[in-house]
């Protein structure tokens, strides 16, 4: 795990980004697997159902941090967030349409639980009253978004389905709501335990398709 005061970070949205970089999906070598050109048509299924399942749902993280709204600053951007994140739930039911049934897999109501666990975990972060919590996470999923949009992208052209490019708020826009909200060092440091606990989320959930594909042989 990075230590943000080793890597010359200077402002919030520099923190949230070192994070992303060293712990984000996109080092997880089950993301990098399902974005090698010979990817089992199951595993991006399994990987689009999983993703579904745990970023599908409504109220999503960046709605229920809107609705909760810890740090009242925050609300205009997670607003704009949260309208971004639901055009990508439209995305991501069409994908797991198209991707057809669940590939039967071993252990799938174990599996089930460990999903239910994360989504859990996102909407306790999403509903912190610690100021800063539930925005670092929603600052971390729009950092990590892109990896997973990959493998969004990757599916779709798998599936035979039209992906638009993400209409998420722009790294400028989150970058200066960062600055305003991470101002207070109590702030920041409960933005950087936001963006830990989102992307520690995000790598168990690899963790788990992982370790399902292998069970699929």
Known sequence: MVNVAQVGVQTPHDMVEALVAADGS??????????????????????????????GHHPGLTDAAHDHCAQPDACDWLSELAAGFATERHHLARLVA???PLPSTPGQAESEQALAGVRHA??????SDRGGCATGAAAALAGDWPAIRAILARAADCFAVDLPPHTLVSD????????????QPAAERAMAFGARQLLAQHRGLWDLLEARASARG
């Open 122 to 127: 996102l909407e306790m972060l999403a509903r």
């Open 26 to 55: 996109a080092r997880h070598p089950h993301v990098r697997r399902l974005l090698a050109a010979r990817t089992p048509r199951r595993d991006l299924a399994d990987a689009v159902h999983a993703l579904c399942t745990v970023h």
């Open 98 to 100: 198209a991707a057809g």
């Open 172 to 183: 400028a826009e989150t970058g200066t709501a960062l600055a305003m909200l991470g101002a």
